[in-house]
């Protein structure tokens, strides 16, 4: 039962010479054959949209910080 979980989890061999065979393709083409991983495409993400995160859950938690504070002393 395992084994032939396993054996559908591994690409057929005809799978990957056409695997192979589009790389080798790509790359002589001149155009990037391997997909971008995913560091380089958080490097070219803008950090805007972290920012405006960070402020807004800034802003959230320091109100109800603030409501706490003002509840218990006084």
Known sequence: MIN????RLQPSEYEMRKRNEKFVQDA????????M??????????????WAL??????????VLFELARLIFL
């Open 4 to 7: 032939k979980i396993f054996l």
């Open 54 to 63: 960070g402020i807004v859950v800034f802003v959230v938690m320091g109100g």
């Open 28 to 35: 002589r083409e001149g155009k990037k054959p391997t997909h």
């Open 37 to 50: 991983s995913r560091q380089e495409k958080l490097a070219k993400r803008s950090p805007v949209g972290s």
